[in-house]
């Protein structure tokens, strides 16, 4: 087990990112929104695109999970590898100080187990000592990611791609475990304290929080909505 991962056993991590429809999109604040959530206790940190990553390295010395979203503007719907896709994404953001490189290891029509192995290859030939986390969404996604030798950590990251969770998918993080050797990440609708513990409870070795921490319009938006839930009538 590389040094890095072994650092994030046991750690909640906390996923910093902005698109640029919103307005905390840019390096200086994510640099700064990072810097909170090590203020707070975070010991890890996931974040997207080279410049931001750049930003947040300069904060100290702890992992940093890094990927490269390339979003497909005549697309609005997120069924599309575009979590660190190809090896000229993956570049940029591991040059910009990424400790650990996480990439989309679904196995879709687009993007069979072929082309994710050859592409898994030539990141490690390239950067042999990198640590790579497996973005999942089903079991047999984390069985075959493992079964390339390549992977380092597997993660439940794209587990409510196409059906939103309101929870997060503690039977998956099970059944990962019952059937794979990898750490495991957590990550995806924890919302709540009891989500965490419950995805602890279930075998996960780390867990990563993102928009219940890091996304001020939807944590506003969730109470909002229960709020006008309550008032109805």
């Known amino acids: 087990m590389k040094e890095v991962v072994r650092k994030l056993l046991g750690q909640v991590i906390v996923s910093c990112q902005a698109y640029e429809d919103t307005p905390l999109y840019g390096r200086e604040n994510m640099r700064i929104m990072a810097q909170c959530a090590l203020m707070g206790g975070a010991r890890a940190i996931r974040a997207c695109w080279p410049q931001d990553i750049k930003a947040i390295r300069t904060l100290g ?33 591991i040059e910009a100080g990424t400790d650990v490189l996480a990439l989309d290891c679904t196995i879709r029509p687009e993007r069979g187990k072929q082309q994710l192995y050859s592409l898994l290859k030539q990141i490690r030939d390239a950067y042999p000592n990198l640590a790579i986390m497996a973005d999942c969404e089903t079991l047999e996604d984390c069985i075959y990611a493992e079964s390339t030798g390549m992977v380092d950590i597997l993660a439940t990251t794209l587990s409510g791609i196409h059906v939103p969770k309101e929870h997060p998918d503690c039977d998956l993080i099970r059944r990962i475990k019952r059937n794979c050797q990898l750490p495991v990440n957590a990550e995806g609708a924890i919302w709540e304290l009891a989500d965490l513990k419950a995805v602890f409870d279930a075998g996960a070795d780390m867990a990563c929080i993102g928009t219940a921490i890091t996304r001020p319009h939807l944590i506003t938006r969730r109470f909002i909505k229960y709020n006008e839930e309550i008032h109805k009538g």
């Open 61 to 93: 010395d702890f992992p940093i999970i890094g990927i490269n979203k390339v979003l497909d503007p005549d697309r609005e719907d997120m069924d599309y590898v575009y979590i660190t896709p190809d090896f000229q994404s993956a570049v940029p953001v």
